[in-house]
């Protein structure tokens, strides 16, 4: 065969082109739009296609040999695992933070929020001033919406304190309450890592550290805060941490696998030449992506999500998503998008689970 096609799998699942690239955006992540997937417009997944090809060399030079390959289902029932996750940035805003934030909405509306009407802009300053339920704490309806499915889901909570950048308080009554009730009922609490921690060990170390003596056990799972990281920084801080998994692989301008691979798997440390003890689920559909960087109304942002769940579904893979606390004042339609996600899992014979349960389903298999 004339094509390497084990090279040049090996080139996107060791992210090769961010070792030497050396552009990065305003946040110091690497670019979508200088990958070598943008360039080609890739549809599909690259590296899926390679293990296809693999497994079809493998059934034909083992024709009577050896039993058929092929990729099993996940713990011998599920079609595909959706990985839920959610990133808990904020859950309130004070009065005053609320009027500031109203009035920039309603007069000087972010790119992404432009093509949000005015009608429901104005609906949403008054509801974040005057309503008695807070429009920033949502988590709590989706926490339900998972358990009516019967699916378990990842809340990645920040413990920077607030000279790290977080916005809450891990003390927070309100926010203890939910993350009892999150692992009284299975779910998982991780780490969300602070803007700077994925590029400094002791800083991440330590949010570690307090994440665990605020939720009593050790978080084993772990997004960073704007999916901030570089490949070659980050990656060995969190294998020095104490990882079992991360999250924060993926473009935050871009849907899609960053590393054109629809399963979990072990990155490559290009400085010891081995995998790194940590196993990636790459983001790969992020709600502020589509709405904010995208501009996507939410019908859009639907067939986009319901393309990538039909393709992986198709190939028993596995799915991350990331959802936050949108409120429908700001990018209308998109909290209701992700009960429609839940139902269409359920009904095309997949599962959702936190990234701890696919972790460990995928270390057990």
Same mark, same amino acid.
């Given at each position: 065969?004339p094509?390497?096609?084990?090279?040049?799998?090996?080139?996107?699942?060791?992210?090769?082109?961010? %070792?030497?690239i050396?552009?990065r955006?305003?946040?110091?992540?690497?670019?979508y739009?200088? !990958?070598?997937?943008?360039?080609l417009?890739?549809?599909e997944?690259? +590296?899926?296609l390679?293990?296809?090809?693999?497994?079809?060399?493998?059934?034909?030079a083992g024709?009577?040999?050896?039993?058929?390959?092929?990729?099993?289902?996940?713990?011998? =029932?599920?079609q595909f695992?959706a990985c839920? %996750?959610?990133?808990i940035?904020? $859950?309130s805003?004070?009065r005053?933070?609320?009027?500031?934030f109203?009035?920039?909405?309603?007069?000087?509306?972010e790119a992404g929020?432009?093509?949000t009407?005015?009608?429901?802009r104005?609906?949403?300053?008054?509801?974040?001033?005057f309503g008695r339920?807070?429009? *920033?704490w949502?988590y709590?309806?989706?926490?339900?919406?998972?358990?009516?499915?019967?699916?378990?889901a990842?809340?990645? @909570?920040?413990?920077?304190?607030r000279?790290?950048?977080?916005?809450y308080s891990? !003390?927070?009554p309100?926010?203890?309450h939910?993350?009892?009730? #999150?692992?009284?009922?299975g779910?998982?609490?991780?780490?969300?890592? /602070?803007y700077?921690?994925?590029?400094?060990a002791v800083?991440f170390a =330590?949010?570690k550290?307090?994440?665990?003596?605020?939720?009593?056990?050790?978080?084993?799972?772990?997004r960073?805060h704007y999916? =901030?990281?570089?490949?070659?920084?980050t990656?060995?801080?969190y294998?020095?941490?104490g990882?079992?998994?991360?999250? %924060? #692989?993926?473009?935050a301008?871009?849907?899609?696998?960053r590393?054109?691979?629809?399963y979990?798997?072990h990155?490559?440390?290009h400085q010891e030449?081995? &995998?790194?003890?940590? @196993?990636?689920?790459p983001?790969?559909i992020?709600?502020?992506t #589509?709405?904010?960087?995208?501009?996507? &109304?939410?019908?859009?942002?639907?067939?986009?999500?319901r /393309?990538? #769940?039909e393709?992986? /579904?198709?190939r028993?893979?596995c $799915? %991350?998503?990331l959802?936050?606390?949108?409120?429908d004042? +700001? *990018?209308?339609?998109y909290?209701?998008?992700?009960?429609? +996600? @839940?139902s269409?899992?359920?009904?095309?014979?997949?599962?959702?689970l /936190?990234?701890?349960d696919?972790?460990? @389903?995928?270390?057990a =298999?």
């Amino acid at each position: 065969m004339p094509y390497d096609f084990l090279m040049s799998a090996f080139y996107f699942l060791s992210c090769w082109e961010e %070792t030497v690239i050396p552009d990065r955006d305003q946040h110091g992540r690497f670019p979508y739009a200088r !990958s070598l997937a943008a360039q080609l417009n890739l549809s599909e997944n690259i +590296v899926d296609l390679y293990l296809d090809l693999f497994i079809s060399l493998l059934n034909l030079a083992g024709k009577g040999r050896w039993p058929h390959v092929e990729i099993p289902m996940w713990d011998g =029932r599920f079609q595909f695992v959706a990985c839920l %996750t959610h990133d808990i940035d904020e $859950i309130s805003k004070s009065r005053l933070s609320r009027l500031k934030f109203a009035w920039d909405h309603l007069v000087h509306p972010e790119a992404g929020h432009q093509r949000t009407p005015i009608s429901a802009r104005a609906q949403f300053a008054l509801a974040t001033l005057f309503g008695r339920r807070d429009p *920033y704490w949502s988590y709590p309806a989706l926490a339900e919406a998972e358990r009516r499915f019967g699916f378990t889901a990842s809340y990645f @909570l920040q413990s920077a304190g607030r000279n790290g950048g977080t916005r809450y308080s891990l !003390s927070d009554p309100r926010l203890r309450h939910f993350v009892t009730e #999150l692992l009284r009922d299975g779910f998982e609490v991780g780490l969300h890592g /602070s803007y700077a921690a994925g590029f400094d060990a002791v800083r991440f170390a =330590r949010e570690k550290a307090a994440l665990a003596a605020a939720i009593d056990e050790e978080p084993i799972g772990h997004r960073q805060h704007y999916l =901030r990281m570089d490949y070659a920084t980050t990656f060995p801080i969190y294998e020095q941490a104490g990882l079992q998994y991360d999250a %924060t #692989l993926g473009y935050a301008e871009h849907e899609g696998y960053r590393n054109q691979f629809s399963y979990p798997y072990h990155p490559y440390n290009h400085q010891e030449n081995r &995998p790194f003890k940590f @196993l990636e689920l790459p983001t790969v559909i992020m709600d502020v992506t #589509l709405a904010g960087y995208r501009q996507m &109304p939410a019908e859009h942002a639907w067939q986009v999500i319901r /393309s990538w #769940l039909e393709k992986v /579904s198709g190939r028993r893979g596995c $799915i %991350t998503l990331l959802w936050h606390n949108i409120w429908d004042g +700001v *990018y209308p339609g998109y909290f209701n998008l992700y009960p429609r +996600v @839940l139902s269409w899992v359920r009904d095309h014979d997949g599962i959702g689970l /936190s990234g701890r349960d696919v972790y460990r @389903l995928w270390m057990a =298999r």
